[in-house]
C-alpha cells in the first residue's frame, strides 16, 4: 500500500493519479484536484541521453560477463534495465497516447505493457552467476527495435545503436579481458 501523509498547512496541489482520501479530520480533502496525467514523448535530447546511457552499460555488462564478475553484470545491467523501461514507457506513450496509464517505474505494467513486450523481457533477464551473453543481446537487440521505433513515431534522429551491437559482439568474441 503507497501512503501519504499530508499536514493541514501544506499546499494542496494538482494529481494525476486517483486516490483515496483515507483520514480528513480537518475535512479540506476537497481542495485537491485530479487531472489527467500528461503524456509526452521524450525530446531529442532526452532520447539520446537514454540511448547514451543504455550503451554505456550494455558496453559495461559486456565486458563484467567476459571477466566472470557477476555482481559488476547485476548492477550494470540494472542500470541498461532502467532505460530499457524507459524506452518501452515512451513506445507505449507515443502508440497508445492517453488511452493506457502508463505507470512510472514500471508499476502495475502487467495492466499496461503489451503481452508482447513482456514475453520479451523474459528473454533479457540476467542471472547471477550465469552465462548472460544470450539475455544481454537480446535486451540489446529489443532496446535497438524499441529506440527505432520510438524515433520514428516521436519525429526524432535513431540513434545508431547498431554500433553497439557490433562492439558487444567483438567484447564476446575476445579470448579473455583484462
Request: proline letters at 3%.
Amino acid at each position: 500500500m503507497d501512503f501519504t501523509l499530508i499536514r493541514i498547512d501544506e499546499e494542496r496541489g494538482v494529481y494525476d493519479r486517483p486516490f483515496t482520501v483515507l483520514l480528513d479530520k480537518d475535512e479540506v480533502a476537497g481542495d485537491f484536484t485530479l487531472c489527467a496525467p500528461t503524456v509526452v514523448g521524450p525530446t531529442q535530447a532526452v532520447f539520446d541521453e537514454s540511448a547514451n546511457w543504455a550503451g554505456a552499460a550494455v558496453l559495461m555488462t559486456a565486458k563484467a560477463i567476459m571477466r566472470d564478475e557477476p555482481w559488476s553484470v547485476m548492477m550494470r545491467d540494472a542500470d541498461f534495465k532502467v532505460e530499457l523501461l524507459r524506452m518501452i514507457e515512451w513506445d507505449h506513450i507515443l502508440r497508445y497516447g492517453s488511452s493506457r496509464d502508463v505507470r512510472y517505474l514500471g508499476t502495475q505494467m502487467r495492466s499496461w505493457m503489451d503481452i508482447g513486450v513482456q514475453h520479451v523481457l523474459d528473454t533479457c533477464t540476467v542471472t547471477y552467476g550465469a552465462d548472460n551473453r544470450d539475455a544481454l543481446s537480446a535486451g540489446i537487440e529489443f532496446f535497438s527495435r524499441l529506440s527505432h521505433q520510438v524515433a520514428g513515431e516521436g519525429g526524432l534522429a535513431p540513434f545508431p545503436f547498431e554500433r553497439i551491437e557490433t562492439e558487444v559482439l567483438r567484447i564476446f568474441s575476445a579470448s579473455s579481458w583484462a
